[in-house]
């Protein structure tokens, strides 16, 4: 009976392990990971962009530019295009990334249709005015938003400074080309500036407001040990001198440009008093430079708004300068205590004549 139960045991052994060697072996590509692979999402897309479309928007630019009083040149990916002393091919051929009002963004440069990038800013076509200082970036989001990015500002460390167009024909023309339509040039040379519609005096109402010149670190009232002066985001305000509108150059309008240079008879009176506003950065500080709006010759005043330790405290101290080589005039302090103990101060990394 004892070896009975030894060969019932060992039959029933068998025949479990032989079950268990039937059973289906789990294959690598199971449902749900075929399903993970299938719904990945590619980084790369194709763009609302073709030949034809480029065409149509050289064909614009080349309109544009002297309505604009301005000379655009097509810049491509080995044309060796140099703005502002920036060789724009390097800084396509190292995938250099842009800022927009000062946030980093990453670029995909003149991408191929069916290379479009779904995680960057795409530039389809730029063009650039190296006389005028002005360059366009011609753009599609990820989501194939059509966006037109304008700079006047020098580079920083190879780096370009943008912030999207205020103007409004340019950004509808582009929209336009992009859907496949035909783009229109304004009707009249004073209808647009070189980057934003033109707010005269006759029609102010009508226009858009005026593009901030001075940012909120310039803005309040700043004194020296000779008096002060008061800055909003578009005037400077000063006892000795009055009240000077001031608004960013690209607001001048191709009557502006043929006034400038030397046809009076398209200068608007009510424009004589206005400064004319360029940003750029230069020695690590960001500089506002202000001409007067019909001022062709001339470096006009520099203004900029540096974080110094005085007194163990950090003071934004405004620096106020003028003349080829930016030399210092005046520093304005947030107090007139301030100004009263530090007035006569130059600091070391400022410029003087001497």
């Not at 392990?17 to 072996?25: H, W, Y």
């Not at 002066?229 to 960013?248: F, K, L």
Request: hydrophobic share 35%.
């Amino acid at each position: 009976m004892k070896s009975w139960g030894i060969v019932v045991a060992v039959s029933v052994g068998l025949t479990l392990a032989g079950c268990r060697s039937q059973q289906p072996k789990p294959t690598k590509n199971n449902t749900a990971s075929s399903s993970a692979v299938a719904h990945k999402p590619s980084a790369v897309s194709k763009l609302d962009w073709n030949a034809d479309k480029a065409k149509s928007l050289e064909t614009y630019m080349k309109g544009f530019g002297p309505l604009m009083q301005q000379n655009y040149s097509k810049v491509g990916a080995k044309t060796a295009t140099k703005w502002r002393g920036l060789d724009l091919s390097k800084v396509m051929q190292k995938k250099t990334p842009i800022t927009i009002d000062g946030h980093q963004t990453t670029v995909n440069w003149l991408p191929k249709a069916s290379r479009g990038s779904r995680t960057k800013l795409n530039v389809v076509a730029i063009y650039a005015d190296d006389h005028a200082g002005i360059l366009y970036l011609f753009t599609l989001t990820e989501n194939r938003v059509p966006r037109v990015l304008v700079s006047q500002a020098a580079p920083k460390k190879q780096v370009l400074s943008t912030t999207e167009t205020a103007n409004g024909e340019l950004k509808k023309a582009f929209a336009a080309i992009v859907a496949g339509k035909p783009a229109t040039l304004p009707a009249k040379a004073n209808d647009t500036s070189s980057s934003q519609i033109a707010a005269s005096s006759s029609n102010a109402a009508s226009q858009p407001a005026h593009a901030v010149v001075f940012d909120q670190s310039f803005q309040g009232t700043w004194y020296s040990q000779n008096g002060q002066m008061t800055i909003t985001g578009n005037s400077i305000q000063d006892p000795e001198y009055g009240n000077q509108p001031v608004y960013d150059i690209q607001e001048r309008t191709a009557n502006d440009t043929a006034a400038l240079n030397g046809d009076s008879t398209k200068m608007d009176p009510a424009k004589e008093e206005w400064g004319a506003a360029y940003r750029f950065s230069q020695d690590g500080k960001s500089w506002v430079n202000v001409r007067g709006w019909y001022q062709s010759a001339g470096a006009g005043g520099f203004y900029a708004v540096t974080n110094r330790n005085l007194g163990g405290k950090t003071v934004p101290v405004l620096e106020t300068a003028s003349g080829g080589g930016m030399w210092v005039d005046r520093n304005y302090y947030p107090t007139q205590a301030l100004a009263n103990q530090y007035g006569a101060t130059i600091y070391p990394d400022e410029h003087t004549a001497n």
